[in-house]
């Protein structure tokens, strides 16, 4: 199974580009997408027929994330006021009341920042892991993530006998992929191929 993996700028683009590769007689379930906007993607998917990819659960990893920078925000926000209580000799009195708040301040930053972690993890996850299944090389799977993040649409066709893989780059190319060394902070991208194994 060789995998052929481009970014568009808009879903029109990509809609005309899944459209082009069913005509040429790729089947729908050998192409997918990828993008951050749920509107899009639904209209994407019922117009195209083609089901959207999933891609890896972000999970733990952005809950611990968004609960350490919370905690973190929390003891910013907190440590200051308490720094200036013990500056103060007539304040030096509420100096346990202080503590108490700093710890207040880590324990509510630490539970928001978690929840927050977790909603954002579970969003549409993950990209990088699921184009590392389909062989592509870490460095441009993590630009394929920072492209649909930045808002471009991904369109993967999975050629099972690798005989019309050059066949769907083209016509991707054709269509308005743009160059992926570009595709963040803004550029064309180019669309690229890869096998199982990565070349």
């Given amino acids: 199974m060789e995998s052929v993996v481009a970014l568009f700028r808009e879903p029109s683009q990509a809609k005309v580009v899944l459209e082009a590769l069913k005509a040429r007689g790729f089947e729908r379930d050998h192409l997918g997408f990828a993008l951050t906007d749920a509107v899009a993607e639904d209209d994407l998917a019922q117009s195209t027929g083609v ?30 006021i308490w720094l200036l209580v013990l500056v103060f000799p007539a304040t030096r009195i509420y100096q346990e009341g202080g503590l108490f708040g700093m710890l207040f301040g880590a324990i509510g930053g630490l539970g928001l920042g978690g929840l927050f972690g977790a909603l954002a993890g579970s969003d549409h996850g993950d990209y990088v892991a699921l184009l590392r299944k389909m ?13 649909i993040g930045d808002g471009h649409v991904i369109v993967i066709a999975r050629d099972p006998s690798t005989a019309r893989a050059d066949e769907a780059l083209s016509l991707m190319r054709q269509h308005g992929a743009v160059k992926l060394d570009d595709a963040v902070g803004g550029g064309r991208l180019q669309s690229e191929r ?6």
Avoid at 74 to 80: D, S
Avoid at 135 to 147: D, H, I, M, R
């Fill in 194 to 199: 890869s096998g199982e194994n990565g070349h």
């Fill in 51 to 80: 089901s959207p990819e999933a891609g890896a659960p972000a999970g733990a990893s952005s809950v611990i994330r968004g609960a350490l920078m919370g905690a973190l925000a929390g003891l910013a926000l907190t440590t200051p």
């Fill in 135 to 147: 062989g592509v090389p870490a460095v441009q799977a993590e630009k394929f993530n920072a492209g």
